[in-house]
Each structure stands twice: as C-alpha cells, then as structure tokens.
C-alpha cells in the first residue's frame, strides 16, 4: 500500500528528499506520517500531515524538516535539511485511518518497508 523512495548517503548538513507512494487506499483523505528508526531505538513519528494539510514535527526535526503530500499523486513527501548524523535511521511512510494525524507511530494502520537514510562523512 505504501512504497518510500529516495533514501541515501549524505555528507552533515546536506539534504534529502524522500517520496511515498500510496496505492490501494483512500490516501487523500487518511493523516501519514514518517516515522523513523534508528538501531537499537523505538521508532519515532517526525513529521505528519492530517488530510486538510495541517502538519506538525518531532522537536528533533523542527525547522529542518518539511512534510508534503499531493493528494492527486497520492504521494507524500519529506524534504530534509541541515542534516546530521543523529538523523541516520531508516524512514517509513505511515498511513492511519482516522481524521486527525498521532505522534504515536503504534496509531498506523499501514506502513512502507522502509528507506534508509545514512548521514556520514
């Protein structure tokens, strides 16, 4: 149902973008997420979007990160920058059925497999 694309290696404060693609389910009206997962910790929503387009960010991310979604493409999107190392992690698109987006990744009902993200030099 959901596929991300656009994971890599990039050098601290570089950028990224990463893209999802939904398929199979009523995404222009479901709140996503990315959520992501470094190794050895929980997973962690850093950026959401509700079906009106009102978003919200982890602290971590704030100011760095932009979350996007075009409905018509049924696509997400997350434009990083000023990326560090502590950003390393694999990256999952999240779709949950409800009106309004959680910061709570145990809230989605449909998840990507993943893209990973490495900031190294």
């Known amino acids: 149902h959901l596929a991300e694309n656009g994971g890599g290696l990039v050098e601290p404060g570089g950028s990224l973008t990463l893209s999802c693609a939904a398929s199979?389910?009523?995404?222009?009206?479901?709140?996503v997420s990315w959520v992501r997962q470094a190794p050895g910790k929980e997973r962690l929503g850093v950026a959401f979007?509700?079906?009106?387009?009102?978003?919200g960010y982890a602290d971590s991310v704030k100011g760095r990160f932009t979350i996007s979604r075009d409905n018509a493409k049924n696509s997400l999107y997350l434009e990083m920058n000023s990326l560090n190392p502590e950003d390393t992690a694999m990256y999952y698109c999240?779709?949950?059925?409800?009106?309004?987006?959680?910061?709570?990744?145990?809230?989605?009902?449909?998840w990507g497999q993943g893209t990973q993200v490495t900031v190294s030099s």
């Open positions: 979007i509700d079906g009106g387009g009102i978003t």
């Open positions: 999240a779709a949950r059925v409800g009106y309004d987006y959680s910061r709570h990744p145990s809230a989605y009902h449909y």
């Open positions: 199979e389910i009523p995404f222009a009206v479901l709140p």
